[in-house]
């Protein structure tokens, strides 16, 4: 009795000095950090529309850093957006107003770059660009491993080759302009047109592992559509970021780059993974407002240089990883402000992708949807993609309907006969059935073979063609 209690007294012993060199190792690992080990502070100078200026802890921040005010009963963040000798400017994460403004002599304490610790279980869930849930189910689990926001893309060399097609289920896109896994897509377009519709299409496609889908700048209305409505049982598989049009420059110009750090956290486990940013522009607008308070000057339409620094630091990140890892697929929206393709954020972002899909006004005012304009919507990779005699067959279809479309005002004053122009009959003849099999509505299943869709429905009409020019002939 006496040799059983003597060894339950070493265990608990043992045991309890096993718990305090955990506890003291964490305490050493906490402190043994540079942000951790002591705290300074400075205080807020001089105050502006969405900037601060603090004093006293310049030579203690770096760019990107944060700092922490502590007043009042909730703290806030600001970001370090320039540096001076004597002092460094911030741009607060929750804006200037209300509650959440600073003023002048108040307390600013450092707080170090920003870390995000993904995990499985954000699948399902909605957050904010700092991580934080916003749909009321509950706290977060953190990962076990920290990631920064801004982090280096892989490197070039040491990247897997883009070689898998994979199948989005629209039809204009699977025929005219496929995608590869690892491929960064844009869509382009103006306002009203159809973007979101179609990034929510792409989002139900079934050869993804994982998604993430960043909402920048969108209607706080249509969140809850998106995710409740649009993604439904595919919300299961999904993490999706939210920054309203409402909120900040800076939580909207976290917002793709926390969704980014989280597909790679995916991506780095071997998944496939398809990342949806929408929209790229509200982004580029979220960097010129950083950008112009920090003190940039405008170099291109209002945009400073650092706008064309962060876009392809943010989609270069994108794609295949590592050999023996995942991939990340981009499909990115840009809005080209009043339907002009050259805006210089469309110019710089087409530039940097792997392809464009054209959302086209004209296609959309006739009810044709999804509007993807094929004559001007290119895949960088759609080689990669066709299969057999798919490339051949989509390149025949597109001198068809270009044919079709280059004639339409001949059709129209009546200057066209049949007979005369073979090439213009068989236009004339299969771009209505091309047209008809490319509508899909957002409420449409997706496509698992448009190819054999398309080829079913034009031998069906070539059958009823027939049938009726053998009727005619016969009355």
């Known amino acids: ?39 300074i502070s400075g205080k807020v100078t001089a105050a502006a529309a969405g900037r601060y200026t603090i004093a006293g802890l310049s030579r203690h921040l770096r760019l990107g850093d944060l700092v922490e005010f502590r007043s009042g009963p909730k ?61 009321g189910l509950g706290p977060l689990c953190k990962g076990v491993s920290e990631r920064p926001l801004d982090a ?13 097609a994979i199948r989005t289920g629209v039809k204009v896109v699977d025929i005219f302009a496929p995608l590869c896994r690892g491929q960064r897509m844009g869509v382009f377009a103006g306002s009203g047109v159809g973007k979101s519709t179609l990034l929510s299409m792409f989002a139900r496609a079934a050869d993804f592992d994982r998604a993430v889908i960043a909402l920048v700048g969108e209607r706080g ?41 989280i597909a790679e956290h995916f991506r780095d486990k071997g998944e496939n993974v398809l990342l949806v940013v929408d929209s790229l522009t509200r982004y580029a607008h979220a960097l010129r407002e950083v950008g112009m308070a920090s003190g940039e000057p405008p170099v291109a339409r209002g945009y400073p240089a650092s706008v064309f620094t962060a876009l392809p630091g943010l989609l270069e990140r994108a794609g295949p990883g590592q050999e023996g890892t995942g991939a990340i697929t981009a499909i990115v929206s840009v809005l080209v402000d009043g339907d002009n393709h050259n805006d210089p954020v469309a110019d710089a972002a087409r530039g940097i992708l792997d392809g464009h899909l054209v ?7 006739e009810g044709r949807y999804p509007p993807v304009n094929p004559l001007t919507s290119i895949s960088r990779l ?27 005002d001949l059709r129209l004053i009546g200057g066209y006969r049949a007979g005369t122009d073979a090439e213009l009959d068989m236009a004339v003849k299969q771009t209505p059935v091309i047209y008809e099999i490319l509508r899909q509505g957002p409420d449409d299943p997706p496509s698992p073979d448009a190819f054999g869709e398309l080829a079913e429905a034009m031998k069906q009409a070539a059958g009823i063609a027939a049938a009726a020019g053998q009727k005619d002939r016969k009355g």
């Open 221 to 261: 209305r249509e969140v809850r559509e998106f995710i409740e409505d649009t993604l439904g049982e595919n919300m299961k598989k999904t993490v999706a970021v939210v920054a309203t049009s409402d909120e900040s420059p800076m939580l909207r110009r976290m917002a793709p780059l926390t969704a980014m750090t």
């Open 382 to 408: 759609a080689r990669k993609a066709w299969k057999g005699d798919e490339e051949k067959l989509a390149l025949r279809l597109k001198a068809l309907i270009h044919k079709f479309e280059e004639t339409s």
């Open 359 to 365: 959302l086209d006004r004209r296609l959309a005012d």
């Open 152 to 164: 280096a893309p892989p490197q070039s060399m040491k990247r897997d080759r883009v070689t898998t």
């Open 75 to 135: 703290r806030r963040l600001a970001e370090v957006v320039r540096l001076d000798p004597q002092e460094a400017i911030v741009c607060p994460i929750e804006g200037t107003a209300g509650e959440a403004a600073a003023s002048i002599g108040e307390r600013v304490w450092r707080r170090g770059p920003f870390m995000l610790s993904p995990d499985e279980s954000w699948c399902g869930r909605t957050i904010n660009a700092l991580g934080e849930p916003v749909d």
């Open 1 to 39: 009795m006496g040799l059983q209690k003597q060894t339950r007294l070493e265990t608990g012993t043992e045991s309890s000095s096993a718990s305090g060199l955990a506890t003291l190792a964490s305490r050493i690992s906490h402190f043994s950090r540079p942000d951790n080990a002591i705290e």
